[in-house]
């Protein structure tokens, strides 16, 4: 989503938001199809959500599950009430929470998604390191400036030539969805020679001949971070405390059950998708990868949101990561 189509959301936002329902009958929660929401389509498949709800005196709770495309539509309905729980990359939690902190509609995480990694994959011989990057290359990501994608790739470039290069690299970046970016980069055809891509789409390109990979963006945060979270606004979460917490016990159980189970996991992606391309097998082993962690702790929080406070992409920073995280995760060792 770009900066300027989300500050047109958040200020429409006040005029379109719906009154808060006191442990609301029905949850709403929104998704994308994909490894990062891995947790959300087990939850919805084996009704995990429904069954904490009814052991903690809520029978009868329905959930509502929504696919909406990126993060753009996404905020919008978390933000004008027809969504209660989105999960949108961890630096738009950052951003979100900068733009609506101190309001009633003040956005936290009630939670991490799971950890994974951006990797960058190219086929171009001469490209070994983000150093061999010249005017010629492009490299695609799902957003410009905002994303993680993006931003791993300025805090990468501010490591490597100093922090007042860390914009060195932004114009060789192109905005592309990740289905779009592999199929320009393994067609040859266009001028992108590098993807900064994140899971499937980097194994489906690495499995392929002559790619290889450049960066990976655990390298450069020092260790795992956290890639999605699970957010909702201070006006539902503090209304409905039992439902919240029934969330976040199916959220533990669906990655108790990736974890133990990951090629019957493979089976529910490959049905609720339809993914003809790899077969449960395969797909369980991306799922073994040990870069992949379905977690509920945020590591990273604060490295990400310091370097955005740092470069002008938000106004403030969160004294502490919990500060943009729910009573229910403060007492979880995360970062």
């Known amino acids: 989503?770009?900066?300027?189509?989300?500050?047109?959301?958040?200020l429409a936002a006040p005029t379109l938001i719906r009154p808060a329902r006191a442990e609301a009958p029905v949850v709403r929660m929104s998704k994308q199809y994909g490894l990062g929401y891995m947790s959300m389509m087990v939850m919805e498949r084996q009704n995990l959500i429904e069954r904490h709800a009814d052991?903690?005196?809520?029978?009868?709770?329905?959930?509502?599950?929504?696919?909406l495309g990126g993060p753009g539509p996404q905020i919008d309905a978390l933000l004008t009430g027809q969504a209660d729980f989105i999960g949108p990359g961890g630096t738009t939690?950052?951003?979100?929470?900068?733009?609506?902190?101190?309001t009633p509609q003040e956005v936290r995480a009630l939670s991490?998604?799971?950890?994974?990694?951006?990797?960058?994959?190219?086929?171009?011989?001469?490209?070994?390191s983000i150093a061999d990057l010249t005017e010629k290359d492009r490299i695609a990501l799902?957003?410009?400036?905002?994303?993680?994608?993006?931003?791993?790739?300025?805090?990468?470039?501010?490591?490597?030539?100093?922090?007042?290069?860390?914009?060195?690299?932004?114009?060789f970046t192109v905005t592309l969805a990740h289905p779009d970016a592999m199929a320009a980069l393994v067609g040859g055809i266009s001028e992108i020679t590098c993807h900064l891509a994140s899971s499937p789409y980097y194994y489906y390109e690495l499995a392929m001949p002559g790619m290889r990979s450049v960066m990976k963006s655990y390298d450069v945060t020092g260790g795992k971070h956290t890639?999605?979270?699970?957010?909702?606004?201070?006006?539902?979460?503090?209304?409905?405390?039992?439902?919240?917490?029934?969330?976040l016990a199916a959220q533990k159980e669906a990655n108790a059950f990736i974890a133990a189970e990951p090629?019957?996991?493979?089976?529910?992606?490959?049905?609720?998708?339809?993914?003809?391309?790899?077969?449960?097998?395969?797909?369980?082993?991306?799922?073994?990868?040990?870069?992949?962690?379905?977690?509920?702790?945020?590591?990273?929080?604060?490295?990400?949101?310091?370097?955005?406070?740092?470069?002008?992409?938000?106004?403030?920073?969160?004294?502490?990561?919990?500060?943009m995280y729910f009573e229910e995760s403060h007492d979880v060792a995360g970062s």
């Open 227 to 247: 890639n999605g979270v699970l957010v909702s606004t201070r006006k539902f979460h503090d209304a409905n405390p039992k439902l919240c917490s029934a969330v």
């Open 142 to 171: 799902p957003g410009v400036k905002i994303t993680g994608h993006a931003l791993s790739l300025e805090m990468a470039a501010a490591q490597k030539w100093g922090f007042d290069q860390y914009a060195r690299l932004d114009p």
């Open 263 to 323: 090629r019957k996991t493979a089976e529910i992606y490959l049905s609720m998708t339809g993914e003809k391309q790899v077969g449960p097998d395969q797909f369980a082993e991306w799922l073994r990868d040990p870069d992949v962690e379905y977690t509920t702790v945020p590591l990273k929080t604060m490295a990400f949101a310091e370097f955005m406070k740092k470069v002008g992409r938000i106004k403030r920073t969160a004294p502490r990561w919990q500060d």
């Open 1 to 10: 989503m770009r900066r300027r189509d989300l500050g047109l959301a958040l």
């Open 112 to 128: 991490a998604l799971q950890c994974m990694p951006f990797v960058m994959v190219t086929k171009t011989d001469r490209i070994r």
């Open 93 to 102: 939690l950052a951003t979100l929470w900068d733009k609506t902190f101190g």
């Open 55 to 67: 052991r903690m005196g809520m029978s009868g709770l329905k959930v509502e599950w929504s696919v």
